[in-house]
């Protein structure tokens, strides 16, 4: 056997782990999307909106983008998580999905869902982003509303 | 004494109590703890006190026909063996990893964790600790460092303690340490250049009467010894069983076919990319490689609750956090401007870039401040000290024990005449599914806590990515003369004799029945001390 090519200096020793297969700026540019998500799940003073559960959608349209964050790439993320959950797509059951028959305006009863997704660990992949269920399924209602603000 | 091999009259004889096959952490920790006794120790080492490819290193070279190990990178073959390029990363086993788990076929040793906690103190004074070992929370508070809330019944936080380390010797070197001692003690003999060439057995082949060593220009020796220690490495202690059971027509703890198998590493790997609107300061402050008060350095990074293990019927795995320096922070840009201007450069855009350095200030004086404490140049990129807005969660994982994952003898043979190694490395789908856990929990909890968004890579999405893709080795050669009281469960016993041999004994990270996520060398030192006191008896 010839000899391989190795050099005359010792190896190394903790193998060199690559860099995942994540692109770093496509990475921003959905961390944009993802940041309300992020927010209102952290957020302990919340400005309260003080609308019924029931409208969830005008919520969406009126205060998503602006709360949420990129509505297209949210919507991108929505869209992918009915695809493989085509049971929610109805808005009416998604709301419920989201809010839990909760009393409270949409925005609380928004941010308890995700901490008892947390708590549970209740989580998604969604093109590998780890997201609480309910994130994700507020993803799939922007959406459904098709994301643009009123 | 030290001596060389090539330099001895040929066919020379050696009388010994004691012959140690191997001189790294297993073979120096067990004849350190006889040095100055009564007690005749014989040190036979392949290679000689610096890394010689010709004349030693090739050796090691064989056929990986799995997944990838590189054989001749990932052990060293001269004095101090592969603690010569050991990081220094030194923590226990867990309890769990001792005992049998239902749900991980061939687990279980045949000690516990308790019975290795008096040698686990031990081995951190040989492996150059000034202090006693700290608890967890002992050790937090002399980094200074409060760790975020994680939900300790999945994730817990878990340390790892760095050897003592100076510019010169970034981690504890057995050789640098004991080389001395091993020169200075009388009872001691270290023969250099000393490789491995044949034993000689009785006739009922229970016992060894002499090994035979061979230097690359020719010259042999013969030592006569009580007791033999193979202490090679976790691929080359089965090889040279294998190669002793071949050469005597069997025996040598293979009478049931186990030597080389279940040959385990911690395959480690990226799980995701966890990122953050915001610098990652604080996370950076927590999840990382700190220094205490005494200047020891201590990673700090995660590890799967063992009460999840059980219930999820998971292996063991850690992960640490690995920062990416942030382009746009201020300390890079200063980094920029002094790269510039050491270069005899104006800096492009300078105005713009005093701004943008202004408008992180905070960081920018954190970074020159450590920079400096720590004798390093502004042009610095440790891990610790570059502000990050990402960072690659990289899992270790512990692997399942599996019979077909082996080291068998391959047809050629090395320039001694002795037939190299194969290794066949399998992983499996155990490995992937606690991984995926892992990474899922971690990054929830990450989320939860605001530390950042995970995106978990590939081959924790679908089992339709090969795993080999994202784990490499970390030459972490565990299990291939596993112990167990039955002898058609494992090749040595409790007390690492070779079943169905009176005088051979193996040390090592080999003998691990599993390997648990925690580096080995700290275990293989616990236990090279254990053998000690059994020799002594």
């Given amino acids: 056997m010839a000899p391989p090519a190795v050099s005359e200096l010792p190896p190394q020793c903790d193998p060199v782990v690559t860099a995942p297969s994540v692109d770093r700026r496509a990475c921003v540019r959905l961390l944009v999307g993802l940041l309300g998500a992020v927010s209102l799940a952290r957020s302990s003073v919340v400005r309260e909106h003080l609308l019924p559960a029931a409208d969830l959608e005008n919520w969406l349209r009126r205060y998503g983008p602006g709360r949420l964050g990129d509505s297209v790439v949210l919507g991108r993320l929505g869209a992918s998580y009915l695809a493989s959950h085509p049971e929610e797509r109805e808005p009416g059951r998604l709301a419920r999905l989201i809010l839990r028959d909760s009393a409270a305006p949409v925005e609380s009863g928004m941010i308890e869902s995700i901490r008892q997704d947390w708590s549970r660990h209740d989580v998604t992949l969604v093109e590998g982003w780890v997201l609480s269920r309910t994130e994700a399924r507020i993803c799939a209602a922007m959406h459904l509303v098709g994301g643009r603000p009123v | ?537």
């Fill in chain 2, 1 to 537: 004494v030290i001596e060389d091999l090539r330099q001895s009259a040929p066919g020379s004889t050696i009388t010994a109590d004691i012959c140690l096959i191997g001189a790294g952490a297993a073979g120096i920790t067990i004849a350190r703890e006889f040095a100055g006794s009564a007690q005749r120790i014989c040190v036979v080492e392949g290679g000689g006190t610096q890394y010689e490819y010709q004349e030693s290193q090739q050796l090691y070279a064989g056929d990986s026909v799995g997944a990838p190990v590189v054989l001749e990178a990932g052990r060293l073959r001269f004095l101090g063996g592969t603690t010569n390029h050991w990081t220094g990363r030194c923590a226990p086993l867990d309890e769990l990893d001792f005992l049998q788990r239902d749900w991980i076929p061939h687990s279980g040793w045949p000690l516990d964790r308790a019975e290795l906690d008096p040698y686990y103190l031990r081995a951190r004074q040989v492996a150059g600790f000034p202090t006693p070992w700290l608890s967890d929370r002992e050790t937090l508070a002399n980094l200074n460092v409060t760790l975020p809330a994680i939900n300790e019944q999945w994730l817990q936080p878990f340390l790892w303690h760095f050897t003592p380390h100076s510019k010169d010797a970034p981690a504890w070197k057995w050789a640098t340490a004991y080389g001395p001692l091993l020169q200075e003690s009388n009872n001691i003999r270290v023969l250099l250049h000393a490789n491995f060439a044949a034993f000689t057995t009785s006739q009922d082949r229970t016992r060894i009467r002499s090994l035979t060593v061979r230097s690359m220009n020719g010259v042999s020796a013969t030592i006569n010894a009580t007791k033999f220690v193979i202490c090679c490495g976790g691929i080359e202690n089965a090889r040279l069983l294998l190669l002793a059971a071949e050469a005597n027509g069997g025996g040598f703890g293979n009478d049931n076919d186990l030597v080389g198998r279940f040959f385990m590493q911690h395959p480690r790997g990226p799980a995701g990319l966890i990122v953050s609107s915001e610098l990652m300061s604080r996370t950076q402050q927590q999840f990382n490689i700190l220094f205490g008060r005494d200047g020891l350095a201590v990673e700090i990074g995660l590890a799967l609750a063992p009460q999840l293990q059980q219930r999820e019927r998971l292996l063991n795995c850690s992960g640490v956090l690995r920062y990416q320096g942030d382009p746009d922070s201020g300390l890079a840009i200063a980094q920029d401007i002094w790269r510039s201007l050491e270069g005899g450069n104006w800096p492009p855009e300078m105005g713009e870039k005093v701004g943008r350095m202004a408008g992180d200030i905070g960081d920018v004086a954190r970074g020159v401040k450590q920079r400096l404490a720590a004798g390093h140049s502004m042009d610095f990129e440790g891990s610790k000290g570059v502000p990050s807005r990402s960072a690659i969660l990289v899992l270790d994982l512990e692997q399942a024990p599996n019979p077909d994952s082996r080291i068998t003898l391959a047809p050629d043979r090395d320039a001694l005449g002795l037939r190299r190694v194969r290794a066949d490395w399998q992983l499996g789908e155990l490995e992937r599914r606690t991984a995926a856990r892992f990474a899922s929990l971690a990054g929830a909890e990450f989320a939860r806590l605001g530390i950042g968004r995970c995106r978990i890579e590939p081959w924790l999405q679908s089992d339709q990515v090969a795993v080999t893709s994202a784990l490499t080795e970390t030459y972490h050669y565990i299990g291939t003369t596993r112990m167990a009281d039955d002898p058609g469960a494992g090749v040595i016993d409790r007390n690492c004799a070779v079943h169905g041999m009176q005088n051979l004994f193996v040390a090592g990270s080999s003998v691990f029945p599993t390997a648990g996520q925690a580096n080995p060398t700290f275990t293989i030192v616990a236990l090279a001390l254990r053998l000690a006191d059994h020799l002594k008896t």
